[in-house]
C-alpha cells in the first residue's frame, strides 16, 4: 500500500469502542476537549476539498454538473479497470472498456454490480494501492450482512454532506440533538437508558426501551436536554411519540426533526410533521457511502450528484460512486425503488431527484396470483387502525401467504386488521395475523417490517 497519512478524525476513530466504554464523566471531558478542534483539522485535507466541491457544484450550472459527473465517472472507471481484478475481467467479459466512455449516457453500457457480486468477489474487488482499506457491514434484508470496503478518507466526505443536508432546516453542527439510533446505550442493572455524546452533542435514547413502564424517565432525560432536533430511525421517533401522547406529556419544542436509515411511510410522515409541528427531513444514503439525498416533509427527493452518480434503470435506483480508490461501486444496483415523477439531467438517465423512495427490493409481498404489493401500501392508514398499532411486522415464507405481527393495543380488533390488508391486496393474500408483546429490532435498533424469503427480483422478472 502507498498509504496516506490518516488524519487525527481516523487514528481515534479505530478506538471508538473502546472510548465507548469509559466513564460518563471521562467521556464527556475528552470528547468536549475534542470537539473543541475544528472539523478542517480533525478530518483533514479530504473535509476542506469536499467543502469547496459541494458549495461548487450546488452553485454552478447544470452543464458544469454534467462535466463534473462525466469526469469523476471516468475517473472511477479507469482506475477500476487498472487495478481491480473483478472490474477488469467483468468489463472484458461485457466487450467494453473505459475508452468506450464518451457520455454520462454511455454508463448503461457497463455491466451492474449486485451485493451477490460483492460477496462472491469480495478479495477481487478492492485494493489497497491508494489508500488504507476500511471494512463495513450492511444488513439489509439479506439473513448475512454485506461486507464492504471503504476508503478511511470516506468519513470526512460523509460529514461534509450530511452537515450540508442538514442545514437545509437551520440544523448547524453540534445543534443539541435527542439522537434515536444507533448503538445500544441502557444499563438496566443502573437504570440508565441513555447516554450524552459530546463530540457530536447528541443525547442518546436507548429504542429498545422506548415503549416500556421505564419511559418516563427517558422523557425527563430528554426535556432536560433541552434539544434543537430530533435525529432518528422513523420507527423510534414514532415511537417517543406515542408514549409521550400515551403518559399525556406535552410535546417538546424543538426546530426540526431528521429522518433517516429506514424507509419512512407517508402517513408517518405526516404525523411526525403534525405533532412537531417544524419541517421534517428525510436522509437517503447507505452503507456503501456511493449516493446521498434528502427530501424535507413531503417533497421530492433530492439527489447531491457531486457525491456519486444516481442513475434509475426500471424504476431501481443504481449508483456509481465517486472518489473511492479501495472499492469502487460501479452500476450498483442498490434494490431501492424510485417511483412518481423523476427529473433527470438532459441527454442521460442520472436523476437530480425522484418523487418518492420505496425501500428496498425485498419489501413487497406476493399474492396468490403473484402481483407484487409494496409495503409502503400495507402500511397506510387509510384501512388500517394505525392509532391503535405501535408497529407491525410483515413475514412471508410462500406465496400468498403472510404472518402479520400486530405490537399494540391489546384491544385491537383483528378482524378490523385483517379486512384492511384484504383491501389493500384484493383479497391476493391469505393473512394470519397475531397480537404479540413486542416485535423484535435489528442489533442496531431498527424496525425490521418486512421478513421476505422469496426472490422478488426473480419474480418481478419472470411477471414482467
Known amino acids: 500500500m502507498k498509504g496516506i497519512e490518516m488524519t487525527f478524525e481516523e487514528s481515534l476513530h479505530q478506538y471508538k469502542n473502546v472510548y465507548y466504554h469509559f466513564p460518563q464523566s471521562l467521556k464527556t471531558f475528552l470528547g468536549t476537549i475534542y470537539s473543541g478542534i475544528p472539523l478542517t483539522l480533525r478530518f483533514g485535507k479530504h473535509f476542506s476539498l469536499h467543502s469547496k466541491i459541494l458549495q461548487r457544484f450546488e452553485s454552478s450550472d447544470e452543464q458544469f454538473k454534467l462535466d463534473y459527473m462525466y469526469n469523476k465517472t471516468l475517473e472511477t472507471l479507469i482506475f477500476s479497470e487498472e487495478n481491480i481484478p473483478y472490474y477488469k475481467n467483468i468489463f472484458h467479459q461485457y466487450g467494453v ?6 457520455s454520462l449516457d454511455d454508463l448503461k453500457h457497463f455491466p451492474p454490480l449486485s451485493k451477490s457480486d460483492i460477496k462472491t468477489h469480495l478479495e477481487k474487488i478492492h485494493t489497497d494501492t491508494i489508500e488504507k482499506p476500511v471494512a463495513y457491514y450492511s ?8 461486507k464492504y470496503f471503504l476508503p478511511s478518507s470516506s468519513r470526512a466526505k460523509e460529514k461534509v454532506y450530511n452537515n450540508y443536508i442538514f442545514s437545509k432546516i437551520g440544523y448547524r453542527y453540534r445543534d443539541k440533538t435527542i439522537l434515536l439510533k444507533g448503538r445500544e ?3 438496566p442493572d443502573k437504570n440508565i437508558y441513555w447516554e450524552y455524546e459530546p463530540v457530536d452533542n447528541y443525547f442518546l435514547i436507548s429504542n429498545n426501551y422506548m415503549n416500556s413502564d421505564v ?36 410535546k417538546i419544542n424543538i426546530q426540526g426533526v431528521i429522518l433517516a436509515s429506514e424507509t ?27 449516493a446521498i439525498g434528502y427530501r424535507i416533509n413531503q417533497g421530492p427527493y433530492s439527489f447531491l450528484n457531486s457525491y456519486g452518480a444516481v442513475r434509475i434503470v426500471n424504476e431501481e435506483i443504481v449508483t456509481t460512486t465517486f472518489d473511492n480508490f479501495v472499492m469502487p461501486f460501479i452500476n450498483y444496483k442498490t434494490g431501492d425503488h424510485a417511483t412518481g415523477k ?42 388500517l387502525p394505525l392509532e391503535s398499532i405501535n408497529t407491525i411486522q410483515y413475514i412471508q415464507n410462500d406465496v400468498g401467504k403472510v404472518t402479520v405481527l400486530v405490537e399494540g393495543d391489546k ?22 395475523t397475531r397480537i404479540v408483546d413486542k416485535i423484535e429490532k435489528s ?3 431498527k424496525r425490521v417490517i418486512c421478513k421476505q424469503v422469496l426472490d422478488i427480483e426473480k419474480i418481478r422478472l419472470n411477471h414482467q
Open 443 to 445: 442489533s442496531r435498533g
Open 411 to 432: 384491544n385491537i380488533d383483528i378482524n378490523k386488521v385483517n379486512q384492511g390488508m384484504n383491501k389493500l391486496v384484493r383479497e391476493g393474500i391469505d393473512f394470519e
Open 185 to 187: 446505550v441502557s444499563n
Open 215 to 250: 419511559f418516563p424517565l427517558m422523557y425527563q432525560q430528554a426535556l432536560d436536554f433541552h434539544p434543537k432536533f430530533f435525529f432518528g430511525y422513523p420507527s423510534a421517533v414514532l415511537s417517543f411519540i406515542k408514549q409521550s401522547q400515551k403518559y399525556g406529556y406535552d
Open 97 to 102: 472498456s473505459s475508452k468506450d466512455y464518451k
Open 264 to 290: 419512512v411511510y407517508p402517513d408517518e410522515l405526516q404525523y411526525i410533521h403534525d405533532y412537531f409541528g417544524v419541517d421534517v427531513l428525510t436522509h437517503y444514503g447507505h452503507t456503501e457511502r456511493n
Open 139 to 146: 444488513g439489509g434484508s439479506l439473513s448475512t450482512p454485506t
Open 342 to 383: 423523476i427529473e433527470y439531467y438532459k441527454n442521460c438517465d442520472i436523476a437530480k431527484s425522484v418523487e418518492n423512495i420505496e425501500g428496498r427490493t425485498q419489501d413487497y409481498l406476493v399474492t396468490k396470483d403473484k402481483r407484487l404489493i409494496s409495503i409502503t401500501t400495507m402500511c397506510g392508514g387509510q384501512y
